[in-house]
């Protein structure tokens, strides 16, 4: 069982930069997957970026691309997601996600463990 916590969601001017925390507990994070995924008000929830146990291989969404970075610290059990250069359509809530498998993906049924959100938004 894992428990999984974001923070570091706000309100942030557009062009702006937040990293998010998801701190996980438990001893066995390195065993899983991670990701983070978003939702905005009315739309479904969307794959925003992934890594796998390792930290060697990352996976973005094309929206993101070149703006996000997640990466994961197993000494600490957190994943990250910095986001530089925010647009106002980057606004959503956050939640990262935890997959027992060795390497991830972008479909949310992949994954077996949910933080609550954090909510990001970006003025315009």
């Known amino acids: 069982q894992v428990q999984l916590v974001e923070s570091g969601g706000g309100l942030v001017q557009a062009g702006g930069s937040l990293r998010l925390s998801c701190a996980a507990s438990?001893?066995?994070?390195?065993?899983?997957?991670m990701a983070w995924f978003r939702q905005a008000p009315g739309k479904e929830r969307e794959f925003v970026a992934c890594?796998?146990?390792?930290?060697?291989?990352?996976y973005y969404a094309d929206s993101v691309k070149g703006r996000f970075t997640i990466s994961r610290d197993n000494a600490k059990n957190t994943v990250y997601l910095q986001m530089n250069s925010l647009k106002p359509e980057d606004t959503a809530v956050y939640y990262c996600a935890g997959a027992s498998t060795l390497y991830c993906g972008r479909y949310p049924s992949r994954y077996d463990y949910w933080g609550q959100g954090t909510q990001v938004t970006v003025s315009s």
């Open positions: 890594i796998s146990r390792s930290g060697g291989s990352t």
């Open positions: 438990g001893r066995t994070f390195s065993s899983y997957a």
